[in-house]
């Protein structure tokens, strides 16, 4: 029985009728405009003067003949630049990358996006995940034919399982219903009389090169008009085809009321993701604008997305609720997930090492597994340094395998590179293995074994002794950005007091080096880990591998980092 609240099928019919009318509307006004400013160009240029002659009918057919064949060809270079190349452009910018098999969001990814695929019919569509925290997602054309659906970390982090597959319903819908191609070609169309306006204005920093006269102002009066006309029918197309992706995303998932979820949080939240974005609107799920959506008439004129309250009431109408309840089931999630994070708790005293400023005992390194201390090194006053083991050796600031060593066992010098030990340990460290074996995948405080476990669902390297971590540098904002655990006050304690020690006073903040002198080597490559600050806004001191960009925290060290990332230094 006919219940008056519309279905996705209605919906797909009404914006599919619209659609055309308006792509329809805006190749004829391209053809119409470009016609115009080629001939806004030839009077500019006085290669021609109109006369009597040009009322005449054979000459108008030719130049209309002419105008439509050169808009055709201007439509299609552009298209096919977009097609080979615009793709790969995009996703280059953003910094894309396929989903890392170790990373339990990335691997959420991966199956919610198969599952989809399945469900609309596609055989084969690539992953990409993008760096940054805002919300947002989009989806492309590449240049062989694939799809290819790509979303942000932010919203990894923030959407659950159903809601991160009504995005991917959503993108999916767009390649299905043909929409990637469509909006490709608009934004290529639009974006063509953008950039010929901005190549008209006049250079303000050079004086004596700008245009003036009556000519160049016809012909940037044309171009200007017709940027604005082209954007307009540009994101009017946008703003059908999104509500008709909405509607065929409740044809795939089947639940509207996840999808209406989605688009509500990627609007509170931050979904700027580049500064290119303007040009590129159209192809994201939510508008990537820094500033906030208007109800200015203007603002809602040239918007390249519907307002988001009214896709949120026509889906919240497909699954019998209102506006309201999705607001309302949105801050019930997120109050339920705040609770639902598992609370961790400092190290045991004693096992934690330095957990807010490296105080605990570090082995010399080279006095037990790295061998003897038998190794000189000739400076280059001549004067011998030493005595080394091996490890200390390669890592010495002057060593290269011409120096001139001495083995005092032996009694033997020469260059290092003639020692078959020094030989040995340099291919050691080249195929990135420590100079010892023992050291490989070892705690570097406690010389444990590390194990495999998750934090935040990045795959890590932890002790089971002394509680450190090994994270991979590029994995630390995905851990950052995510908010999978909670702290107790043991923790908040920690780095309170941290805070109020290093990051609040600039005396102690000078003195954190002085806090960390390890010597510690990377447990992954086996090259010598140098003492950092994580960054110069959370001083929190770490070991860093400049070699294969991983980062060693003590025990706590990483939750306190997190703390203070999160609270942003409030307490």
């Known amino acids: 029985m006919p219940t008056g609240r519309p279905d996705f099928y209605d919906i797909q019919r009404s914006q599919r009728a619209k659609t055309i009318g308006l792509f329809a509307v805006l190749l004829l006004f391209y053809v119409f405009a470009a016609g115009l400013a080629a001939l806004a160009l030839l009077l500019s240029a006085g290669l021609w003067a109109p006369g009597l002659r040009t009322l005449s009918g054979p000459f108008l ?32 910018r953003l910094q894309a990358a396929p989903p890392e098999p170790g990373d339990r969001y990335h691997v959420r990814f991966s199956d919610t996006l198969d599952e989809i ?20 997602s989009l989806a492309l054309i590449e240049a062989d034919g694939t799809p290819a659906v790509a979303v942000t970390e932010g919203l990894l982090a923030d959407f659950s399982r159903d809601e991160l597959q009504a995005v991917v319903a959503h993108e999916l819908a767009h390649v299905v219903r043909g929409d990637t191609f469509y909006l490709t070609l608009v934004c290529s169309l639009a974006n063509l009389f953008e950039r010929i306006r901005e190549s008209l204005e006049p250079d303000v920093d050079e004086p004596g090169t700008g245009r003036g006269g009556a000519p160049p102002i016809l012909l940037y009066v044309v171009v200007f008009i017709s940027s604005i006309v082209m954007k307009l029918l540009s994101t009017l197309i946008s703003r059908e085809r999104e509500i008709l992706a909405d509607a065929a995303a409740v044809e795939f998932g089947r639940d509207p009321a996840s999808l209406a979820r989605a688009v509500y949080k990627a609007h509170v939240k931050n979904s700027f993701v580049g500064d290119f974005a303007s040009s590129y609107g159209p192809l994201f799920m939510i ?57 961790l708790h400092a190290a045991e005293s004693g096992t934690a090492g330095a957990a807010a400023g490296g105080s605990g005992p570090v082995p010399e390194a080279g006095t037990d597994e790295a061998g003897d201390k038998v190794w000189l090194i000739r400076t280059s006053r001549g004067l011998w340094e030493g005595p080394f083991n091996l490890e200390e050796l390669l890592f010495r600031p002057n060593f290269t395998p011409l120096i001139r060593v001495k083995d005092k066992a032996e009694g033997v010098e020469a260059r290092a590179r003639e020692f078959p030990a020094v030989r040995a340990a340099l291919g050691r460290l080249n195929r990135r293995r420590p100079v010892r074996e023992e050291r490989a995948n070892a705690c570097p405080r406690c010389r444990a074994p ?29 851990i950052l950005a995510r908010r999978e655990v909670a702290f107790g006050e043991d923790l908040v304690a920690k780095a309170r007091a941290f805070q109020e020690r290093f990051i609040d006073n600039p005396v102690g903040t000078r003195k954190i080096s002085e806090v960390r002198r390890s010597a510690f080597v990377c447990p992954a490559c086996g090259y010598r880990m140098a003492p950092r600050p994580y960054n110069y806004q959370y001083i929190v001191p770490v070991d860093k591998c400049l070699s294969c960009r991983k980062i060693w925290f003590d025990a706590d060290e990483l939750e306190i980092l997190q703390i203070l990332v999160e609270r942003k230094g409030r307490f």
Not at 64 to 86: K, M, T
Not at 463 to 472: E, F, I, M, N, R
């Open 287 to 343: 508008s990537p604008q820094l500033e906030r959506e208007s109800e200015g008439f203007w603002s809602r004129l040239f918007s390249t997305h519907p307002p988001v309250m009214k896709r949120v009431r026509l889906l919240a109408a497909m699954a019998h609720k209102s506006g309201a309840d999705i607001i309302h089931q949105v801050h019930e999630e997120t109050r339920e997930r705040e609770k639902a994070r598992a609370e």
């Open 117 to 136: 695929r399945i469900a609309s019919g596609l055989l084969r569509v690539r992953a990409y995940v993008l760096p940054a925290f805002a919300v947002n």
């Open 450 to 478: 590390l194990g495999d476990a998750f934090y935040e669902g990045v795959a890590v390297k932890a002790c089971p002794a002394c509680g450190g971590k090994l994270v991979d540098l590029d994995a630390m904002e995905r």
């Open 61 to 92: 057919l030719k130049s209309g003949s002419a105008v439509l064949g050169f808009s055709l060809l201007i439509a299609f270079i552009h298209f096919s630049d977009a097609r080979r190349s615009g793709a790969a452009y995009i996703l280059k």
